[in-house]
């Protein structure tokens, strides 16, 4: 069975540009979460999928981060437009929900210059 | 409030030395997972291991081995004879009951084990 998979695996943009990170959780999983580590600081949660439908989006940042889970199956975290601060690991995990395990994606790592 | 702590910002050993890092949590959930994972230079997050708060019994994997102990608190992981493959940022994490599986983590120890 696939594991959580995230596309880019790295990505290096310019400040003001506009990058789109994807991932597809295990299937099955209803339960899908955003984390992120940046400048080498704790990995932070960004925000909690259910299905569709945003269950907890306390950790996101500001509003140049945009989540989305059309269909309730792979997730889109687009910033725009991306700052110097943004660079870092974004990891992307999912589960069944139920207080199960969370599994986690290998991580895109965002380089913005 | 939940919360993890762990003390150890960065810690260096010469190989073949025993390393201790120490991790102590804050939950008032009676139902609550406890996670290791390993973040090596390369960036991806590597799971270690999932203690979940009603098994107190420690655990052993190869050189790796983990002390649970609800009294206070505290999953502390240690390894035995540390190699320069075990450089890498390490994380203790918790996730509960009520927190929808959302996984909180501690701010990491860096370990650098020197040849």
């Known amino acids: 069975e696939a594991g959580v998979t995230q596309f880019p695996s790295h990505s290096v943009i310019e400040k003001g540009q506009t990058v789109t990170l994807r991932c597809d959780p295990i299937?099955?999983?209803?339960?899908l979460y955003w984390y992120r580590r940046v400048m080498g600081k704790e990995i932070k949660f960004l925000l909690h999928?259910?299905?569709?439908?945003?269950?907890?989006e306390s950790g996101m940042p500001n509003n140049r981060f945009l989540a989305e889970r059309t269909g309730g199956t792979y997730s889109t975290l687009k910033v725009q437009p991306a700052e110097l601060e943004d660079s870092g690991v974004y990891f992307c995990?999912?589960?069944?929900?139920?207080?199960?395990?969370?599994?986690f994606g290998q991580g895109t790592r965002l380089t913005v210059v | 409030a939940q919360k993890v702590t762990q003390a150890q910002t960065e810690i260096s050993v010469v190989e073949k030395e025993d390393v201790t890092l120490d991790c102590v949590y804050e939950?008032?959930?009676?139902?609550?997972?406890l996670f290791w994972y390993k973040q090596p230079p390369s960036g991806e997050l590597v799971f270690l291991i999932r203690?979940?708060?009603?098994?107190?019994q420690n655990e052993i994997s190869g050189r790796y081995s983990w002390n649970f102990q609800k009294s206070t608190s505290s999953f502390n992981f240690t390894i035995t004879a540390s190699q320069v493959v075990d450089s890498a940022v390490y994380f203790c994490?918790?996730?509960?009951?009520?927190?929808?599986?959302?996984?909180?983590f501690g701010p990491g120890t860096s370990l650098s084990v020197i040849p």
């Open positions: 995990a999912s589960s069944l929900g139920g207080h199960t395990e969370a599994f």
């Open positions: 299937s099955g999983h209803d339960n």
């Open positions: 999928f259910v299905k569709e439908s945003k269950q907890d």
């Open positions: 939950t008032r959930d009676t139902t609550y997972y």
């Open positions: 203690r979940n708060s009603f098994d107190e």
């Open positions: 994490a918790l996730s509960t009951e009520t927190s929808y599986d959302k996984v909180i």
